[in-house]
């Protein structure tokens, strides 16, 4: 018989008898016991199955082969008798008449660089007290989350890391490490509680292929993101990768450090593709876990030359096994999916499904990113924003287009975000901000203390004996949400200003003009002729941070700050205006001086609040020595 076409693997795979007559639901991989251990293989497509034995995890001598016996739902096994803790070996499946070496999908350990598959006791390779290890109980409201490699955590000498430990899993064990060892600034566990995180979020820790774990003293660097085996964790993160169950016991290490700190772990997974088509999964059942185009190639919505078919249904029992397996084993306290739209809603729904059985379960955060890497073949149902009402309600998402406006493209480092001044959008969030806190400062809620305005968010100080915290954020979720909360902004006072422009007053006047191609008449009259926004104090007691300016006058800051400017300069500082209440540094254009005593050290005073709204009113030099005799300000 021919061998079949990728395109006649893809008809097969897809066909419903196929899935009925080769779904297994039975253990798979090593299955150790200190008599024996019994080895299950998922390949319904095998011609025939044999195990390699070794005593290392890389090189030495052949122990022996054994051939494993087909059983039902295509399912090969072979029971290998005596204590076989610590034995390594790969398979040799045929498949088509073509033989091909290769891991065990659901080893749970591994030699250098995955190649060979161990076979391990686990309970050999828990640290002291793992049995008591358990998952901190952190309240949604701090759920504060800190990505970071487990390289980049504590690579660098200054880290006052150990030199055998650092950029590796036992580097987060080490207690009070400071800067270069100066015992003032912390750093790694030490840094992470100074900061209050309450959960680290590691870039992938499972087995990765870009990084050569037999040559630890070359220069590498990856985040991982090009997955090998997805049950072993990665072995340059251990101190010794030659011992596959080292790498184990020191990732459990780690977690347990962090448990230990109320620090909860989430894990970074990449399910949705592999580092090379030549896996363990493609190499047991060719293409199979892989999706196909229509002429059988392999789709890429990866972006990495495969995407993993998690709609079929043994590919699918594989996703949910693997996720079980490190939150059982490993005690994880969430997953974060990459790529998450590359997978059905169902698959991920069936995951949580799958994490809410699981005894404390339900605490176990699920949430990802909600789009593809490029053109993929799925097209049932993806997990991506637009599907975002099918999947259940604890399956969180980032959204990129929150990310955009905050920080800029993603793409492109030319396209402004919130942070950098993003003409039109820039003064949305700070208006926003403004419209709640007057809501709230009307609302009068009970125990409602202090509100501190800032651009991107609102500080509300409440007393805790007078009232709760869900009971304060389920009134301020209400006064954010209400219909015509925007309105709200305007609601603040109209504060006059009285401005002389130009002359000694603003002498960077000319450049203003000349930038925005006005005349000084046109400038003063598009910065006097509109209201503003105050949406914070800061910087200086005083100081505000207007929203509003006309975009024909945004003008660079000065290339040098000036040392010293006069109380009551009003300046342009890109997109913004604002007054200097007090003298101080600063780089902002100055156009005019307000001969108002802004702020009041004695009192701490000031003639305006954030909501409020400010014009400015040009006056003439006489009017301002008049008006600065009468303030006090001369």
Same mark, same amino acid.
């Given at each position: 018989?021919?061998?079949?076409? =990728?395109?006649?693997?893809?008809?097969?795979?897809?066909?419903?008898?196929?899935?009925?007559?080769?779904?297994?639901? $039975?253990?798979? $991989?090593?299955?150790?016991?200190?008599?024996?251990?019994?080895?299950?293989?998922?390949? =319904?497509?095998?011609?025939?199955?044999?195990?390699?034995?070794?005593?290392?995890?890389?090189?030495?001598?052949?122990?022996?082969?054994?051939?494993?016996?087909?059983?039902?739902?295509?399912?090969?096994?072979?029971?290998?008798?005596?204590?076989?803790?610590?034995?390594?070996?790969?398979?040799?499946?045929?498949?088509?008449?073509?033989?091909?070496?290769?891991?065990?999908?659901?080893?749970?350990?591994?030699?250098?660089?995955?190649?060979?598959?161990?076979?391990?006791?686990?309970?050999?390779?828990?640290?002291?007290?793992?049995?008591?290890?358990?998952?901190?109980?952190?309240?949604?409201?701090?759920?504060?989350?800190?990505?970071?490699?487990?390289?980049?955590?504590?690579?660098?000498?200054?880290?006052?890391?150990?030199?055998?430990?650092?950029?590796?899993?036992?580097?987060?064990?080490?207690?009070?490490?400071?800067?270069?060892?100066?015992?003032?600034?912390?750093?790694?566990?030490?840094?992470?509680?100074?900061? $209050?995180?309450?959960?680290?979020?590691?870039?992938?820790?499972?087995?990765?292929?870009?990084? &050569?774990?037999?040559?630890?003293?070359?220069?590498?660097? #990856?985040?991982?993101?090009?997955?090998?085996?997805? #049950?072993?964790?990665? $072995?340059?993160?251990?101190?010794?990768?030659?011992?596959?169950?080292?790498?184990?016991?020191?990732?459990?290490?780690?977690?347990?450090?962090?448990?230990?700190?109320?620090?909860?772990?989430?894990?970074?997974?990449?399910?949705?593709?592999?580092?090379?088509?030549?896996?363990?999964?493609?190499?047991?059942? =060719?293409?199979?876990?892989?999706?196909?185009?229509?002429?059988?190639?392999?789709?890429?919505?990866?972006?990495?030359?495969?995407?993993?078919?998690?709609?079929?249904?043994?590919?699918?029992?594989?996703?949910?096994?693997? %996720?079980?397996?490190?939150?059982?084993?490993?005690? %994880?306290?969430? *997953?974060?999916?990459?790529?998450?739209?590359?997978?059905?809603?169902?698959?991920?729904?069936?995951?949580?499904?799958?994490?809410?059985?699981?005894? /404390?379960?339900?605490?176990?955060?699920?949430?990802?990113?909600?789009?593809?890497?490029?053109?993929?073949?799925?097209?049932?149902?993806?997990? #991506?924003?637009? #599907?975002?009402?099918?999947?259940?309600?604890?399956?969180?998402?980032?959204?990129?287009?929150?990310?955009?406006?905050?920080?800029?493209?993603?793409?492109?480092?030319?396209?402004?975000?919130?942070?950098?001044?993003?003409?039109?959008?820039?003064?949305?969030?700070?208006?926003?901000?403004?419209?709640?806190?007057?809501?709230?400062?009307?609302?009068?809620?009970?125990?409602?203390?202090?509100?501190?305005?800032?651009?991107?968010?609102?500080?509300?100080?409440? &007393?805790?004996?007078?009232?709760?915290? &869900?009971? %304060?954020?389920?009134?301020?979720?209400?006064?954010?949400?209400?219909? /015509?909360?925007?309105?709200?902004?305007?609601?603040?006072?109209?504060?006059?200003?009285?401005?002389?422009?130009?002359?000694?007053? /603003?002498?960077?006047?000319?450049?203003?003009?000349?930038?925005?191609?006005?005349?000084?008449?046109?400038?003063?009259?598009?910065?006097?002729?509109?209201?503003?926004?105050?949406?914070?104090?800061? *910087?200086?007691?005083?100081?505000?941070?207007?929203?509003?300016?006309?975009?024909?006058?945004?003008?660079?800051?000065?290339?040098?700050?000036?040392?010293?400017?006069?109380?009551?300069?009003?300046?342009?500082?890109?997109?913004?205006?604002?007054?200097?209440? %007090?003298?101080?540094?600063?780089?902002?254009?100055?156009?005019?001086?307000?001969?108002?005593?802004?702020?009041?050290?004695?009192?701490?005073?000031?003639?305006?609040?954030?909501?409020?709204?400010?014009?400015?009113?040009?006056?003439?030099?006489?009017?301002?020595?008049?008006?600065?005799?009468?303030?006090?300000?001369?």
């Amino acid at each position: 018989m021919a061998a079949k076409t =990728p395109a006649q693997w893809k008809t097969l795979f897809e066909n419903v008898p196929f899935h009925r007559e080769n779904y297994y639901t $039975g253990p798979l $991989g090593p299955d150790y016991t200190p008599g024996g251990t019994c080895l299950r293989l998922w390949a =319904p497509t095998a011609e025939a199955v044999t195990v390699t034995l070794y005593h290392k995890g890389d090189g030495g001598a052949v122990l022996g082969t054994k051939p494993l016996v087909r059983g039902a739902q295509g399912v090969w096994s072979v029971w290998l008798p005596g204590e076989q803790h610590g034995r390594y070996y790969t398979f040799a499946v045929t498949v088509d008449g073509v033989t091909r070496e290769t891991g065990d999908p659901y080893a749970r350990a591994a030699g250098v660089n995955g190649v060979r598959s161990m076979i391990v006791d686990l309970a050999r390779t828990a640290p002291s007290g793992w049995e008591r290890d358990v998952r901190p109980n952190i309240p949604p409201a701090q759920r504060a989350v800190w990505e970071v490699s487990v390289r980049d955590f504590s690579q660098d000498a200054a880290s006052g890391v150990r030199p055998a430990w650092r950029g590796k899993y036992m580097a987060f064990t080490q207690r009070g490490t400071t800067l270069h060892g100066d015992g003032i600034h912390p750093t790694c566990l030490n840094y992470l509680k100074r900061l $209050g995180v309450k959960y680290v979020q590691l870039m992938p820790i499972f087995d990765f292929g870009s990084v &050569d774990e037999a040559k630890p003293l070359l220069r590498q660097y #990856n985040w991982g993101y090009d997955p090998t085996n997805f #049950n072993v964790p990665e $072995g340059s993160y251990s101190t010794d990768p030659t011992r596959g169950e080292v790498r184990i016991r020191e990732c459990r290490e780690m977690i347990a450090a962090l448990h230990a700190a109320g620090i909860g772990v989430v894990m970074d997974v990449v399910y949705n593709h592999t580092y090379r088509t030549e896996n363990p999964l493609n190499n047991t059942v =060719p293409y199979y876990f892989f999706r196909q185009n229509a002429d059988g190639s392999f789709s890429n919505g990866s972006g990495c030359g495969n995407e993993f078919a998690s709609e079929r249904p043994m590919a699918r029992r594989y996703l949910i096994d693997s %996720i079980l397996y490190w939150a059982k084993e490993y005690h %994880i306290d969430g *997953f974060r999916f990459d790529l998450m739209g590359l997978y059905d809603a169902e698959s991920i729904n069936a995951v949580r499904a799958a994490l809410d059985s699981l005894p /404390g379960g339900r605490d176990i955060l699920l949430y990802g990113e909600p789009w593809q890497g490029g053109a993929s073949q799925l097209h049932r149902y993806e997990a #991506n924003k637009a #599907n975002l009402a099918m999947l259940n309600e604890r399956v969180g998402i980032f959204c990129d287009d929150t990310r955009d406006a905050i920080k800029g493209g993603c793409f492109d480092a030319r396209e402004p975000g919130y942070v950098e001044g993003k003409p039109g959008s820039f003064w949305d969030i700070g208006a926003a901000v403004a419209a709640l806190n007057s809501r709230v400062l009307a609302a009068k809620l009970p125990g409602v203390v202090e509100t501190v305005p800032a651009f991107a968010s609102l500080l509300i100080t409440y &007393d805790p004996l007078v009232t709760e915290y &869900d009971t %304060i954020a389920d009134a301020v979720k209400k006064l954010a949400d209400a219909d /015509g909360a925007d309105a709200a902004a305007g609601e603040g006072r109209l504060v006059t200003i009285p401005v002389c422009y130009g002359g000694d007053f /603003g002498p960077d006047l000319p450049f203003v003009a000349q930038h925005a191609g006005l005349t000084e008449e046109e400038v003063i009259a598009l910065h006097a002729g509109r209201e503003y926004q105050i949406y914070m104090l800061g *910087f200086l007691p005083g100081f505000p941070y207007l929203g509003g300016l006309d975009e024909r006058l945004f003008t660079p800051r000065l290339g040098t700050p000036r040392t010293a400017i006069p109380a009551g300069a009003v300046g342009i500082g890109g997109e913004q205006t604002g007054i200097y209440p %007090i003298a101080s540094p600063g780089g902002w254009q100055l156009i005019g001086r307000t001969p108002l005593k802004l702020f009041d050290p004695a009192s701490g005073t000031l003639p305006y609040a954030a909501g409020d709204r400010i014009r400015f009113t040009p006056i003439t030099a006489a009017e301002f020595a008049a008006l600065a005799a009468k303030e006090g300000t001369v």
